[in-house]
């Protein structure tokens, strides 16, 4: 289920059952401190008005309506939905679900790749407003870089830059690698001992034997070259992936725990 904050409807993350795309809510750390009154008719009436524009997005991206996705999105931000838990709250899940019906033969190959070049031109709908206004400063030289890269045959892009843009709005440096660049990527002298996480993403299950092989390569990397490793994507969201050594496995965004 997607869990939101009930008082400042930032999203919180993703929580069992994860087929489950329904609406929930709680508190995000800041609100718990401030103990709002949640049976106020305010937050009653945003969560009905969050509910209301997801639905309305899927809908309009199922019809393919990207002129409909503009005015839902202005909706979402006057809603004080911030841009980027539009992506990762709405976005990315929709793109969950679209993959799942995909998978159990209820939506064709072109439905798919219509889906998908919506969510692609919604994203850039709210990048542009996310730039406006990031979140975060960028963080000081040292703190860290997270590298990005599908699993070799993953060729679906738009969860990776939607992840991209999320830790870019929290200030943390990204870079998106491919199976050829990345270990020159990490092996960077400028890089040397500083920390790095490489986070990949997995659509499929049969592509974790290729992911399996580019793990083992960057584990034998050099310490002041070797980075934390992240599994994440659909994959790894359905169970589908098995535990690694010396690798995190990351159903959702928000097992990150950077939020």
Known sequence: MLKWCAHCQQFIGEMPPHADLGITHGLCRKCAGEQPDLLSGDEYAHAVALRDIVQSLFSAGR???????????????????RPVDILVGMI??????????WEHGTLTVEGEHEFTAYAE????????????????????????????????????????????????????????????????????????????????????????DAVAALVERV????????????LGGYAVKTGLVPRTPGVKLAPDISALGLD
């Not at 584990?219 to 934390?228: C, H, V, Y």
């Open 92 to 101: 990315a899940p929709m793109l969950h679900e679209i993959g799942t019906a």
């Open 121 to 208: 031109r919604v994203i850039d709908l709210v990048e542009a407003r996310m730039r406006l206004a990031w979140s975060q400063p960028a963080r000081p030289g040292g703190d860290g870089c997270y590298f990005l890269m599908n699993a070799p045959g993953n060729i679906h892009v738009v969860g990776i830059r939607i992840l991209g843009l999320w830790l870019q709005n929290q200030g943390w440096r990204t870079r998106h690698v491919d199976d050829n660049s990345v270990l020159g990527a990490l092996s960077e002298p400028s890089l040397a001992g500083e920390p790095k996480t490489l986070l990949v993403s997995i659509a499929l299950p049969e592509q974790y």
């Open 63 to 81: 019809r393919n309506d990207f002129d409909a996705a503009g005015p839902l999105v202005d909706n979402a931000i006057a809603a004080h939905c």
């Open 219 to 230: 584990q034998a990397l050099p310490a002041p070259s070797r980075p934390g490793i992240v």
